[in-house]
């Protein structure tokens, strides 16, 4: 992307410019050209030097008297027409300076410059991060606190002004652009090696497929974080590679089949996600009957996991004339009306429903259905779409059951996909098991650690574990059960669960202490704080390691001149 400052400058300041040179030329060719007397009273004619000295301080208001003698009649008078002659070209190119400081061109193309060179010098990993609201400014927080940069694009200017508001530390690098092409994204930084993620999430499907294009043929290593709403458009997306696809429908879905079929799991999932602790008291989706207000994209995904539940389900749709083709299953557990309406929820059996599920995309007619239906059955369990993130306050305070916020999901799926990749990789590998297993491993990591472990992920090389990398180059062996030895005391072990092991393309989940560590493994651990300092430490510091691996000190020897 070309920075055309310069080139504003010279277009707009050509003609005062002009005026200056000019008055100035008219001024001088004035003075040398009359005749004075110098101090001996003989005639003379000032040089252009001193022609130019002398109109260079009388134009600019300075004033130094004359000289090089003092003038006779004629040079005065043509030193008051040169006077207002070059004052007036002053005040010319003086006010097209400040015309030219308040171009809105000439300002963004200042603010282009200092966004290429804030670019340039950028050498920490960073992601690019497209659109300025209330879910990407989540993702921004989240990413800078685990020390990832962040770069936005954004075409409104208020909420580029709100951006800088917000005042990020480090700071967060912003570029106005009202399109997302090659040049832009470029400009952005997409082809440095440190770039490592580009987040798209607009409503448009055909705008994130056209991004994750363009992402991908800049840098094929980048990592695509992008938004679908169809299951159609997912598939196309993973065509192109993209490596994090959220649709929000599709997992608020998912995570009510298994509060259904596996509420543990459910419960991992949040402690992953950092929502609630591993001692939440399970879910409540009780089987019966269901009854779905707002028959659209999120409707239609969780109409399609209760019948794979074989729970009975009632679909409401508020609107009549919507451009959708309905199945014949669906038609035949389809209504038409207003969903908040008491005859038509008493019709469809409100009193003897176990569930009421409010989706339709205003949040006002979420919580008004909601609060009819209790009416009518003060037993029922209530869950329910929260649309915006402003509406949170409404939500927390109405008694709800079950919330499931679209964008709080992008905001946590895509978060922990970038930052935390092997706590993505688990989550998705584990929604495979059943509640037996879920329930297992919930109870080892409370007896074991606590309810709210923390998760470490390392992965063996020589720039992050030096240690252990340089012990296994030698040919040794080393076993996982070394990254749960106390640095205290070699004869205790610390409070670590092993979740995963990613081997090449081999995932194991809660690999044994017993398994042997090879380079390029990437591992997965849930511990407390005091072990997750002891594991830093054996990867990195050689006098841990050595204590680690032999329960000894290592020995210094300094040697020096007797």
Known sequence: ?????????????????????????????????????????????????????????????????????????????????????????????????????????????????KFLRQIKNLNEKFIVVLGYNQITRKIIIKALEQGLRTVVIEKDKIKINNLILENFTPTVPVLYSENYSVKVLEAAGLKKRNCKAIVSLFEDDALNLKITLIAKSLNKNIKVAVKSTTSNHTENLKDLDAEIVVNPFSIISSEINMALSAPNLFKLEKWLYGIDDLNATLPIFPKGLYIICGYGRMGKKIFEKLKDNNIDVKLVEINKNKDVEFTENEMSHLIFGNADDKELLITIGIKDAVSIVAVTDDDTTNLSILATAKKLNPDIVTIVRENEITEDFLFRNANINHIFTPSKILVNKITNALVNPLSDKFLKTIIKKDNDWASKLVLRLVKEIDARPLL???????????????????????????????????????????????????????????????????????????AKNDIEYICQNIYEFYYALTGKEKQTIFKGNK
């Open 456 to 530: 470490i992920e390392l992965e063996i090389n020589e720039a992050l574990t030096p240690q252990i990398y340089n012990h296994l180059l030698s040919k040794k062996t080393l076993l996982f059960s070394l990254l749960a030895i106390s640095l205290h005391n070699k004869e205790q072990k610390n409070n670590v669960v092993p979740l995963l092991l990613q081997r090449e393309n081999d995932i194991i989940l809660t690999p044994s202490w017993e398994n042997d560590i090879k380079i390029g493994d990437k591992i997965l651990l849930a511990c407390d704080s005091h």
């Open 1 to 113: 992307m070309r920075n055309n400052s310069l080139f504003i400058i010279l277009q707009k300041m050509r003609k005062p410019f002009l005026v200056i040179l000019i008055t100035y030329t008219i001024a001088i060719c004035g003075l040398i050209s009359i005749e004075g007397i110098d101090g001996d009273g003989n005639p003379y004619y000032m040089t252009i030097f001193d022609a130019f000295y002398f109109i260079s301080y009388t134009a600019t208001t300075i004033g130094f008297g004359e000289t090089p003698y003092a003038f006779n009649y004629p040079q005065r008078i043509w030193v008051t027409f040169s006077i207002y002659l070059t004052v007036l070209g002053w005040f010319y190119s003086i006010g097209s300076l400040m015309s030219l400081f308040q171009d809105k061109l000439f300002l963004q193309e200042i603010e282009k410059s």
